[in-house]
């Protein structure tokens, strides 16, 4: 859970009357502070969340993402072309949950050289597990309707378009 500020005012609303003064108004400038505050508040309660099955949000990411695969394992740089993360963080994602047993590796049977990160039994359990939690608690967005987050979603997803994530 992220630390409560419990401040008397607004930080980022009193940021922006201070921003306007000195460089003018910016929208931007609230919303992508906004957007960060929000990342922090979100990552903190997720985690806190996933901390008793020693997941942090990446690595359960990772393991739903093989959850997802036709045959639960995939190789390495395909786990980081969807989780759109660099490959040092793939190796250590992949190389912690194998640790935990929750991955294990194994040789890529169409690339003699590849690897392929595959989700075990335990793996399969505790992302079974973690996403009823994870469900439960609306994602820490349970401040949220449907309609809500249906507009969060469409909004951030233009940026994500705009920025060549994918073509819409």
Known sequence: MAKPLNLPFD?????????ERRWG??????????IMRAQAILIAELDALLRPYELTFAR????????????????????GER???????????????????????RPNPRDGRGVL?????????????????????????????EDDLTAIFDVLRS?????GDFQD
Not at 11 to 19: F, T
Not at 159 to 163: E, K, M
């Open 117 to 145: 990160a595959e989700i075990t039994e335990a793996g399969r359990g505790a992302v079974e597990r973690a996403t009823g939690d994870l469900m439960a608690a609306d994602f820490g967005l349970g401040a949220y309707d």
């Open 83 to 105: 989780l759109m993360v660099h490959p040092t963080s793939v190796t250590n994602t992949i190389d912690r949950l194998e640790r935990q047993g929750y991955v294990r590796r």
């Open 25 to 34: 108004r910016s929208p931007a400038m609230l919303a992508v502070t906004s």
């Open 60 to 79: 359960y990411e990772a393991l739903v993402l093989l959850t997802f695969s036709s045959r639960g394992a995939l190789p390495l740089s395909k786990i």
């Open 11 to 19: 930080p980022i609303a009193r940021a922006g009357d201070l921003w």
């Open 159 to 163: 940026l994500r378009v705009t920025a």
